[in-house]
T-cell receptor, first 115, second 113 residues
């Protein structure tokens, strides 16, 4: 158990809908990262937050947004869903904002299926 | 675009054999990490090697780093069926202000009992 909790584990929704994925980082970790993993693909970095502030942005679509709340949990909002958004969405957390020399702890992911 | 590329993409070996997978990356780094992912599950951290280190060991794992070639290798000795998983390298992109882990495309390892 990494200590990072993601909910829900599975989500099935229709095209055009909006969903929210939730991540609770490990106790004491201030930094949260979101990744998308499509079938048999590597992990694509989406966005990173540190202590409530956005720190880095990757290949995140405009239809997607995220935020980190004062209690440090984070939510990833996906809207106007398309079939191609079907993927595993992972959250990871670290203690530091830079991640330099720091192990990232991953949650078990949310499997999103858009039908 | 992906920072790292693992090679081979897939590897199938017999239990007890050694497995070697390679990772190449594009920019300078501060450190490089290897992760394991069991099918459809979260990633588990295996080992971290800093840019000023050339080799590191952890149990049956041996990691090397060649910053001049921008490459790293992960060796798993005396493999077991439980080692069957995908293995990813992750780099930090170098510099002092980088905030993201950049993953390669992964090597799918299958260890046959």
């Amino acid at each position: 158990d990494s200590g990072v909790t993601q909910t829900p584990k599975h989500l099935i929704t229709a095209t055009g809908q909006r969903v929210t994925l939730r991540c609770s980082p490990r106790s004491g970790d201030l930094s949260v990262y979101w990744y998308q993993q499509s079938l048999d693909q590597g992990l694509q970095f989406l966005i990173q937050y540190y202590n409530g502030e956005e720190r880095a942005k990757g290949n995140i679509l405009e239809r997607f947004s995220a935020q980190q709340f004062p209690d440090l949990h984070s939510e990833l909002n996906l809207s106007s869903l398309e079939l191609g958004d079907s993927a595993l969405y992972f959250c990871a957390s670290t203690r530091t904002p830079t991640g330099l020399g720091t192990e990232a702890f991953f949650g078990q992911g949310t499997r999103l299926t858009v039908v | 675009s992906q920072q790292g590329e693992e090679d081979p993409q897939a590897l199938s070996i017999q239990e007890g054999e050694n497995a070697t997978m390679n990772c190449s990356y594009k920019t300078s780094i501060n450190n490089l990490q290897w992760y394991r992912q069991n099918s459809g599950r979260g990633l588990v951290h295996l080992i971290l090697i800093r840019s000023n280190e050339r080799e590191k060991h952890s149990g049956r794992l041996r990691v090397t780093l060649d910053t001049s070639k921008k490459s790293s290798s992960l060796l798993i000795t005396a493999s077991r069926a439980a080692d069957t998983a995908s293995y990813f390298c992750a780099t930090d992109g170098g510099g002092s202000g980088t905030y993201k882990y950049i993953f390669g495309t992964g090597t799918r390892l299958k260890v046959l009992a």
